[in-house]
């Protein structure tokens, strides 16, 4: 019975893992996972850009009121000749990636008990597949540190400018510092109840009604907010007009909640107290995924220094844009 639970034991901790590197398209696999997990950009929220070696220009065409007067009009007044509204201007944007990387050491004495509870065959054999679990794991991890720098970046300036901020805070000086920075502002005391929340779209909604009707027309136009924010309007449309019904009105499940009927985009990684009117494609996501510039290894250091340990280096790129700078609404309480 001993020599078999000295068995068990030494296996646990001979777990042989291969060093292997990854580069270009061979590192897709495991840098898509981490650049492409975050919820605002799984869910189809952003519109995004791969392929990008440093820097890509975001062009915008507008127009305004290009028809003129016809040749054979009933008035007769305008002439033959070509005639050009001048009319049509074309703006453009810069979407700038910043470098990143995750150096990652994990313990296999920690990770072989976790991945016996993910299915280890019962004869012990190790799965082929123990060195992409390892790097999804990470990967997965590293899509939820994206996901707050998409929105706020963060205070050592590792993802450079987040959609809202530049400093990993949301605040008055983070926002006029951040991508979001030419949309209107509207603030307003979020009170931290369904009701209070209720108003808070209503202000929102009432601001791009006012400054920027346009967009409410443009394909997935709709109100982005965090968690908190989202929770708070659910418990508001349950409660809302419950006519003395008691309990009754928070019995129910909202299945894609809107407001007015436009969507709302649950962002985990947006502050609290903040909703964002825009359209999808306004809201741009680049990376270097795809590209020569994309690394991942994974080095067995265990085999060299006397430890247990395996490390995991990835290398690649994102960034985040607005495509026209003033479509947009940001509702903010920073009281």
């Known amino acids: 019975m001993s ?20 580069a270009g398209i061979h590192a897709m696999p495991y840098v898509t996972a981490a650049v492409k997990s975050p919820d605002t950009v799984s869910k189809g ?13 975001i062009n915008n065409i507008a127009s305004t009121d290009p028809i003129v007067a016809g040749s054979g009009g009933s008035s007769g ?10 009319n049509i201007s074309t703006t453009e944007r810069v979407l700038t990636l910043t470098d990143l990387k995750v150096n990652e050491q994990i313990c296999r004495g920690t990770v072989f008990p976790t991945w016996m509870g ?12 123990f060195s992409d679990f390892i790097l999804s794991t990470v990967a997965g991890k590293a899509g939820q540190q994206i996901e707050n720098g998409i929105w706020l970046a963060d205070a050592g300036g590792i993802f450079g400018t987040g959609l809202l901020s530049n400093d990993g805070v949301f605040d008055a000086g983070g926002l006029a510092a951040s991508q979001m920075a030419g949309f209107s502002t509207v603030e307003t005391a979020a009170l931290e109840t369904g009701a209070g ?14 400054t920027v009707p346009g967009i409410m027309q443009k394909p997935g136009f709709g109100f982005y907010v965090g968690s ?21 009105v928070t019995n129910q499940q909202f299945n894609g909640p809107t407001y007015l009927g436009y969507p709302v985009y649950l962002c985990p990684g947006m502050p609290a107290k903040c909703i964002v009117a825009t359209y999808k494609d306004n809201i741009v996501y680049g990376s270097n995924n795809a590209t020569d510039f994309t690394e991942v290894k ?12 395996v490390r995991i280096v990835m290398q690649f790129a994102l960034g985040v844009q607005v495509a026209v700078a003033g479509d947009g609404v940001v509702g903010v309480d920073f009281v």
């Not at 850009?49 to 220009?57: F, L, Q, R, W, Y």
């Open 197 to 210: 929340t209720l108003t808070f779209f209503e202000d929102v909604y009432a601001k791009v009604a006012d």
């Open 298 to 309: 994974l080095i067995p250091t265990y085999e060299y220094d006397g430890s247990d340990n």
């Open 45 to 57: 929220y952003v519109r995004v850009i791969d392929g990008i070696t440093k820097s890509a220009v």
């Open 3 to 22: 020599k078999k639970l000295n068995k068990k034991r030494n296996f646990a901790n001979d777990i042989v893992i291969t060093g292997d590197t990854y």
């Open 118 to 129: 993910q299915g280890m065959n019962r004869n012990g054999d190790l799965p082929q597949s």
């Open 228 to 248: 908190k924010i989202y929770a708070l309007y659910l418990a508001g449309l349950a409660t809302a007009g419950g006519n003395g019904q008691g309990n009754m």
């Open 77 to 86: 007044s305008a002439a033959c000749s070509f005639q050009a509204g001048d």
